[in-house]
């Protein structure tokens, strides 16, 4: 399936759930890795704020981009955010959704603001 492109180059991002490993299957506790270079791939909860709104994706990033002491609540920029619709069927019932993934995070700074 085709994935689009997110441009979250006006957008505040924060933190709002830790890193942690994404598991493929629950009952093995397999962890997902990514098909290009082997890396344990993470999910992280991101809060993104635009143009008067905010909304909270679980995204998947491998593990080599997500930097060190990562905290919820951090300021972080995106790097190389992509959506792609999904479709399975799981115990005789169609599921449908849309998942992101990145290729890294990097501790951002909040934009100053300007006093008038």
């Known amino acids: 399936m085709p994935s689009f492109k997110i441009d979250t180059s006006t957008a505040i991002v924060f933190v709002a759930v830790p890193a942690a490993p994404k598991v493929v299957n629950k009952q093995t506790g397999e962890i ?4 290009e270079t082997g890396a344990q791939m993470m999910t992280v909860g991101l809060t993104v704020a635009d143009e008067g709104e905010a909304n909270l994706y679980t995204v998947s990033i491998p593990a080599t981009g997500v ?14 955010l992509k959506a792609r619709d999904w479709e399975n069927e799981f115990n005789g019932q169609k599921r449908h959704g849309i ?18």
Do not use: C, I
């Open 32 to 35: 997902a890795l990514d098909r």
């Open 67 to 80: 930097p060190d002491g990562l905290q919820v609540g951090m300021p972080v920029s995106v790097v190389g």
């Open 99 to 116: 998942s992101f993934r990145a290729v890294a995070l990097v501790p951002a700074q909040l934009p100053t603001p300007v006093k008038g």
